[in-house]
RNA sequence: GCCCUGGUGGUGUAGCCCGGCCUAGCAUCAGCGGCUGUCGCCCGCUGGACGCGGGUUCAAAUCCCGCCCAGGGCGCCA
């Protein structure tokens, strides 16, 4: 055993056959008898067990494999073999063995013992060591197949992928709160949202765009559903003939992931100890009116003419599961007037208080917002002024709307919202990498 | 922005209400020893902690004040 491992002949763990291979991870674990060790090697694809008998091999290595730290990395050659007695059915018999990288101890967090749960705080921390725990990688591997699926969804319908500015000169719609950057001596912000870009776009007759990218929030929300940087899954697309053509889009976009990501992501879910979504075409659109009704049947009492509230969409959720069998829904026909409608949006034709406007609310959590915009240029001056606007200070956008611009609409859906309610979260911080809250921007 | 809760070994907790019985318990972890097959290994021994500063008191992990840090709820929102 003295020869160097070729790590370019490595397999990982879920790949290897029986016979020789090369396997390098992780020291999950060290469990040593007297004349016998096993070391639990994991990967990003699974644990294999290394089995090393005394006197079948160097007695200097077997004590030196006896006193690795847990969470080394290491390499070994050998062969598999089917194994009746190991558990995992099968095990390493190791001809070479090479430790790449010695761990310190004691790790400063614990991530792979289900009897001592690390603080969230913690474990942030100490990301790039939690994000060694299967359950955690997890996550991410279901986010990675999610937005593969959604590049192929937008794609094969004909979108364009478009990638927008995220430092920009101006605010953009509504009063939520923005990052002010120094650009070259001159004020910007870091983007909010792609809307107006994505609004641009129409003018400039692409017809179907999506975009899925950073957008920031400097809003000092403390919740478990809130970030300051989140990804958007933004779409708009033209010739529409109402805001229900847009909801389709995203119903069908959501069913496209819920249909596939179990069957892609198996493995996962399992580790997960979750099923996947089920969600099927054909989610209840409930306007706001209907709403208030459901919610007030059920003892709360909605603020008339606002949206709901975070207690009402939880019993808003409850009364769609109860009374149409659905976890998601279609929030449909906002109130105008609602601080957290912009002023882009289409009233309705006979009623002008209310807005062609939706939310999709997955088991309480409002995953997505849309509707269709107001692209006639006078109403939409005007509209600008109701809300309390100086037109001039949106007169970049609102030039669009000069020149003709197609009837359209679109949405934007929060990634780490659709993969909270995809794996069953209920922090959202454990569906983003490295999240950036109110508190934190580090690591 | 407003409102709660909490900070005890590397990690997670018990103790705090009702100060002394705390030389701070348990689990995990780490170190050593034992066991030809472990697999959430097991058994024995050992190691390690009261966020910071001030106050009250004969006596403070425990009560009071300030600070720092971390969680959570609301408004709001994807």
């Not at 469990?31 to 639990?40: D, E, S, W």
């Not at 060694?132 to 997890?138: D, F, I, L």
């Amino acid at each position: 055993m003295a020869g160097r491992i070729d790590l370019r002949r490595r397999v990982r763990v879920a790949d290897a056959r029986y016979g020789e291979v090369v396997l390098a991870g992780f020291v999950q674990d060290i469990r040593v008898l007297k004349n016998i060790a096993f070391i639990v090697l994991r990967d990003i694809s699974g644990v294999a067990q290394i089995v090393f008998k005394r006197g079948s091999i160097p007695d200097e290595l077997f004590e030196k494999v006896c006193s690795i730290p847990r969470e080394s990395v290491v390499a070994v050659q050998g062969f598999m073999v089917e194994s009746s007695i190991a558990k995992l059915g099968r095990e390493v018999i190791p001809v070479e063995f090479e430790v790449l990288s010695e761990a310190s101890s004691p790790i400063p967090i614990e991530f792979l013992d289900s009897s001592v749960e690390t603080s969230i705080g913690r474990r942030l921390d100490y990301r790039f060591l939690d994000l060694r725990n299967p359950a955690v990688s997890a996550i991410f591997k279901v986010q990675s197949v999610i937005t593969g699926l959604l590049h192929e969804f937008f794609r094969s319908r004909g979108f364009i992928e478009v990638h927008t500015p995220k430092i920009v000169a101006e605010a953009t719609e509504s009063g939520a709160s923005v990052f002010p950057v120094d650009y070259f001596g001159r004020r910007a912000y870091l983007a909010q949202s792609p809307q107006f870009y994505k609004q641009m776009l129409m003018a400039s007759g692409f017809e179907k765009v999506y975009e899925i990218g950073p957008v920031f929030r400097a809003e000092p929300h403390h919740t478990p559903r809130h970030l300051c940087e989140y990804t958007s899954i933004d779409f708009e697309v033209s010739y529409i003939e109402s805001y229900h053509d847009v909801m389709d889009v995203v119903e069908d976009m959501i069913v496209y992931v819920a249909d596939r990501i179990g069957g892609i992501c198996g493995r996962e879910f399992d580790i997960l100890g979750v099923k996947p979504p089920r969600i099927v075409k054909g989610l209840p659109r409930i306007t706001v009116r209907e709403a208030y009704k459901m919610v007030e049947s059920r003892g709360y009492k909605p603020t008339y003419m606002e949206d709901l509230d975070t207690r009402g969409e939880r019993v808003f959720s409850k009364a769609v599961e109860e009374e149409y069998g659905c976890k998601a829904a279609f929030l449909i026909e906002f109130p105008w007037r609602s601080e957290s409608r912009p002023f882009y949006v289409m009233r309705k034709r006979d009623e002008p208080d209310w807005a062609y406007s939706f939310d999709l609310i997955w088991m309480g959590l409002e995953v997505t917002t849309g509707g269709q915009r107001e692209h006639r240029y006078d109403l939409l001056r005007s509209q600008c002024i109701e809300k309390g606007y100086n037109p001039d200070n949106f007169s970049f956008y609102l030039e669009f709307f000069k020149y003709g611009v197609p009837p359209h609409g679109g949405s934007g859906t929060g990634l780490e919202r659709l993969t909270m309610r995809i794996v069953g979260l209920d922090n959202i911080r454990e569906a983003v990498l490295l999240p950036r809250d109110p508190e934190r921007v580090k690591p």
